[in-house]
């Protein structure tokens, strides 16, 4: 995304430009808003809880779920810098070793 919004500066258009990373800004802080209710509503379910054993089930779900959601990110990058070409060399990994991307 950032890429079709830098190749619109690149026109001569960067008012618009500056305007569609601060929509972007915008979403970014509403989503982080959205954590914060959801941090809130899961203290309302551990409040409720009776058992320790269900907090403790509950702890080790949102860790791994978090170590899942981490790890995608962390592919991603690496996926990026694999298909990036940065002049000194003809191909990234990603097109060396023939990787299937799904488009």
């Known amino acids: 995304w950032i890429g079709v919004f830098l190749g619109d ?5 960067s008012g618009e430009s500056v305007r569609l990373l601060r929509m972007l800004r915008l979403a970014r802080i509403v989503r982080l808003v959205r954590l914060l209710k959801l941090k ?21 779900i949102k860790m791994i779920v978090l170590l899942l959601c981490l790890n995608h990110l962390i592919a991603c990058i690496w996926f990026e810098i694999g298909m990036n ?6 191909m990234g990994w990603v097109e ?3 990787v299937e991307v799904w488009e």
């Open 96 to 98: 060396a070793y023939e």
């Open 85 to 90: 070409r940065d002049g000194v060399y003809a």
């Open 9 to 13: 500066a690149e026109t001569g258009d």
């Open 40 to 60: 809130w509503i899961m203290d309302i379910i551990n409040d409720h809880m009776d058992s320790e054993y269900m907090s403790v089930v509950i702890n080790i």
